[in-house]
T-cell receptor
Framework: QQQVKQSPQSLIVQKGGISIINCAYENTAFDYFPWYQQFPGKGPALLIAIRPDVSEKKEGRFTISFNKSAKQFSLHIMDSQPGDSATYFCAASMDNDMRFGAGTRLTVKP | DAGITQSPRHKVTETGTPVTLRCHQTENHRYMYWYRQDPGHGLRLIHYSYGVKDTDKGEVSDGYSVSRSKTEDFLLTLESATSSQTSVYFC???????????FGPGTRLLVL
């Protein structure tokens, strides 16, 4: 049973547009929610993370929105650029147990 | 890749043979993790370590064992490789639990 569900599987956005990726989790014990970015042939790298006591966190063009009651969180990429083309993974963690979503392949067209 | 190396980077092996993957860090981080990455599943935790000789199972630990005899090294062993263990394996490290995990470059394993 997948504890973190991520959508969409793939996303195509025009340069300058907004990319939105959504995740939903099952276990209310999760208390750390990171997003990772992965380029082909590389390991995932932390993009931004949030804890459940905060409803939104922004770092540059990247924003996490967090809805604790709905058990959902999302990543917004503003002014999307071709260099943002990558696979994005949401995750939810408690202690050392981190569960990842299946990933979203983002393509930003110039 | 935050001072993390994995070896080998690529390996082809046959069903039934033992395989050991190595993760080496130069960051002196306490926590080390092994994940496997498969299409449609994201990354799944195999085992993790919270100190020298201290390890615990993750979500998909069956068929895998680990050892950590030094802070800097975390070994993943497939005792008898099966085709279902064909995957990309990532090592990760972190200073504290529920903090940023830094991932290595990965090992691509093919079991024929």
């Amino acid at each position: 049973q997948q504890q973190v569900k991520q959508s969409p599987q793939s996303l195509i956005v025009q340069k300058g547009g907004i990319s939105i990726i959504n995740c939903a989790y099952e276990n209310t014990a999760f208390d750390y929610f990171p997003w990772y970015q992965q380029f082909p042939g590389k390991g995932p790298a932390l993009l931004i993370a949030i804890r459940p006591d905060v409803s939104e966190k922004k770092e540059g063009r990247f924003t996490i929105s967090f809805n604790k009651s709905a058990k959902q969180f999302s990543l917004h990429i503003m002014d999307s650029q071709p260099g943002d083309s990558a696979t994005y993974f949401c995750a939810a963690s408690m202690d050392n147990d981190m569960r990842f979503g299946a990933g979203t392949r983002l393509t930003v067209k110039p | 890749d935050a001072g993390i190396t994995q070896s080998p980077r690529h390996k082809v092996t046959e069903t039934g043979t033992p395989v050991t993957l190595r993760c080496h860090q130069t960051e002196n981080h306490r926590y080390m993790y092994w994940y496997r990455q498969d299409p449609g599943h994201g990354l799944r935790l195999i085992h993790y370590s919270y100190g020298v000789k201290d390890t615990d199972k993750g979500e998909v630990s069956d068929g895998y064992s680990v050892s950590r005899s030094k802070t800097e090294d975390f070994l993943l062993t497939l005792e008898s490789a099966t085709s279902s263990q064909t995957s990309v394996y990532f090592c990760a490290i972190s200073e504290r639990t529920e903090e940023t995990q830094y991932f290595g470059p990965g090992t691509r394993l093919l079991v024929l």
